[in-house]
């Protein structure tokens, strides 16, 4: 599956972003779906995640409340809707996929096979 990731820019702190990410060569409800980030100067963290059923949801602490990860069959694409958006969110987002994830390698990097390139989100105070 190849995954490409958009909807990103700059915007004030408070305000709302949706990323996407559009899949082709497979359908996505074969995969569970993840978000990372990285931020200069650091590692790439997990975000959040969506399980192949379509039901169970992960979110990193940072992010619950604010951030909602969703799937739409129909159009093959994974959103991110970051709402109440910090500083502390400037980073480049990557979309990722994964055919055999388990539930306990969620927020490992290794544990998606796919990757799509990254988008920059940058959060102004």
């Known amino acids: 599956v190849q995954l490409q990731a958009s909807g990103g820019g700059l915007v004030q702190a408070g305000g709302s972003l949706r990323l996407s990410c559009a899949a082709s060569?497979?359908?996505?409800?074969?995969?569970?779906m993840g978000w990372f980030r990285q931020a200069p100067g650091k590692e790439r963290e997990f975000v959040t995640a969506?399980?192949?059923?379509?039901?169970?949801?992960h979110y990193d602490d940072s992010v619950k409340g604010r951030f909602t990860i969703s799937r739409d069959n129909a159009k093959n694409t994974v959103y991110l809707q970051m709402n109440d958006l910090k500083p502390e969110d400037t980073a480049v987002y990557y979309c990722?996929?994964?055919?055999?994830?388990?539930?306990?390698?969620?927020?490992?990097?290794?544990?998606?096979?796919?990757w799509g390139q990254g988008t920059q989100v940058t959060v102004s105070s």
């Open positions: 990722a996929a994964s055919a055999r994830l388990i539930l306990s390698s969620l927020r490992r990097q290794d544990a998606y096979e796919y």
């Open positions: 060569g497979r359908t996505i409800n074969s995969y569970t």
């Open positions: 969506l399980f192949r059923s379509g039901s169970n949801k």
